[in-house]
């Protein structure tokens, strides 16, 4: 049986190949900044410029990513906006990253703290470069490298393949997962673009947008229980209530919450 770690390897090189990608995108918006000098910064030497924008970049991602990787999925877990959470987890990571570029104005100089205004000012400042730069991230990284949703797949045109046919045909998004995860689909999970698919044998994170994941799960029975959850039917094992809300527990000892605009619906199938 394959364990846990060993399925999760993939995930972790593609993890490494983002986070060099995600840098290097950092490093060309520090040169960029460094060029166009704003905030009057343009009246230092290049070099200068260079050094303070690009560091920035890269402090302001390390600031940045962390943060929201811990706001974004805990306010799913209570059944919140993607938006409101990204917006919140970008006022947040301005904190922190504000006094380190007030902090950073004293080196070489005795520290003191800023005034009410120039906290303030500092604060509005870094904010609009770092709402900016998460925008574009996301403008970046919207589309991930699938079908679109709503569209079909493009059949297979090389000399091993064969058109689909009932014997053959099952759901497609099981083609996405490794083969010794089997194709046992417990459920699946929303992070970030991607979703995790929990298998009997495993988990396995596949670039891909939830409405498209469950779009290719054709002849598996289960339900979108949740914004960021769909579950397989034949998967529950328990059901958790704690007032409104109610939990799924699953085979595996996986824990999913049903968004409280769907107990009724599921209550009405007969999951619980």
């Known amino acids: 049986m394959t364990d846990r770690p060993a399925a999760q390897t993939p995930a972790r090189s593609r993890f490494t190949r983002r986070l060099l990608i995600d840098l290097s995108i950092m490093l060309v918006i520090g040169v960029v900044l460094a060029l166009l000098g704003p905030f009057g910064s343009f009246a230092d030497p290049i070099e200068l410029r260079l050094v303070y924008w690009v560091g920035l970049a890269v402090a302001g991602y390390a600031f940045y990513a962390p943060i929201s990787g811990l706001v974004v999925p805990w306010g799913k877990s209570i059944d919140l906006p993607e938006w409101a959470l990204w917006i919140a987890s970008v006022l947040i990571a301005t904190i922190p990253m504000s006094l380190f570029i007030w902090w950073l104005g004293f080196l070489g100089h005795e520290f003191r703290w800023p005034r009410l205004d120039e906290a303030f000012g500092t604060y509005v ?10 925008v574009l991230f996301h403008i970046l990284q919207r589309e991930p490298a699938t079908h679109p949703a709503g569209a079909a797949a493009e059949p297979s045109t090389g000399p091993d393949s064969s058109p689909p046919s009932e014997s053959n045909a099952g759901p497609r998004f099981l083609d996405r997962l490794p083969p010794e995860l089997g194709t046992e689909l417990i459920a699946l999970e929303m992070e970030d673009h991607y979703v995790r698919a929990h298998t009997a044998l495993g ?45 799924l527990v699953l085979e ?3 824990v999913a919450p049903v968004s409280r605009a769907n107990v009724t619906t599921l209550k009405e199938r007969g999951w619980f």
């Open 252 to 254: 595996n000892g996986i």
């Open 125 to 134: 400042n870094v904010l609009i470069i770092g709402a900016g730069i998460t």
């Open 203 to 247: 988990s396995e994170l596949v670039l891909l947008r939830m409405r498209d994941a469950v779009a290719e799960l054709d002849g598996i029975e289960g339900e979108q229980v949740h914004r960021s959850w769909w579950v397989a039917r034949g998967a529950v094992a328990d059901v958790q209530r704690d007032g409104r809300n109610v939990r």
